[in-house]
């Protein structure tokens, strides 16, 4: 089936730390990844996204690379600011499915 | 970000009430979604339009009435609902099916008493 792993949180990490949020995948085709971010009362807000194996996503600083040999699209970044603090999500869409599957979202907390 | 709007954005009803949700996209995109967000559990697609007609329906209740009169405006009626469908209800469109790129409104936030 299609499935989307995420790490569980909350993460909490001091200002200007290195972020790294762990997401797997299966799929039953050649996926579409995303990384959705959620602030405090607010919807979903597309991040990044990547297409195809190998491509890397990025926006306000953030990356992750389509990695199909470990079926992984880890978000990263650099130095995390106290603004950063949200749900981020991992989804996926195929091109034959009329749906996302998203994961369970994971909460980082940013500390000054 | 005024891409798709969703009026209201709070919400408390009796369990007797009768309510709609408003979705308005701007965007020109011709698909549009209903989601649920509960606290502690995965978003779950409710309904799925395309070109006005229904293509998706995930096994949700009959209390919940999805409507879609054009390509730009969807709503979500509410009747006779149980404290348990207390819920973020979020809004998403996308140019078409297939795998394209959701872009979500801010959501109505549902208290049913």
């Known amino acids: 089936g299609n499935s989307v792993t995420q790490m569980e949180g909350p993460v909490t990490l001091s200002e200007e730390a290195f972020l790294t949020i762990n997401c797997t995948y299966t799929a039953t085709g050649y996926p579409s990844l995303f990384w959705y971010v959620q602030y405090p009362g607010e919807g979903l807000q597309l991040l990044l996204k990547?297409?195809?194996?190998?491509d890397k996503g990025s926006n306000k600083g953030f990356e992750a690379t389509y990695r199909k040999e470990t079926t992984s699209f880890h978000l990263e970044k650099g130095s995390v600011q106290v603004s950063d603090s949200a749900v981020y999500f991992c989804a996926l869409s195929l091109y034959n499915f009329n749906k996302f599957y998203f994961g369970s979202g994971t909460k980082l907390n940013v500390k000054p | 970000e005024t891409g798709v709007t969703q009026t209201p954005r709070h919400l408390v009803m009796g369990m007797t009430n009768k309510k709609s949700l408003k979705c308005e996209q701007h965007?020109?995109?011709?698909?549009m979604y209903w989601y649920k967000q509960s606290a502690k559990k995965p978003l779950e697609l409710m309904f799925v339009y395309n070109f006005k007609e229904q293509t998706e329906n995930n096994s949700v209740p009959s209390r919940f009435s999805p409507e879609c009169p054009n390509s730009s405006h969807l709503f979500l009626h509410l009747h006779t609902l149980q404290p348990e469908d207390s819920a973020l209800y979020l809004c998403?469109?996308?140019?078409?099916?297939?795998?394209?790129?959701?872009?979500f409104g801010p959501g109505t936030r549902l208290l049913v008493l």
């Open positions: 998403a469109s996308s140019q078409g099916l297939g795998g394209e790129t959701q872009y």
């Open positions: 965007l020109g995109h011709n698909a």
């Open positions: 990547a297409t195809k194996a190998d």
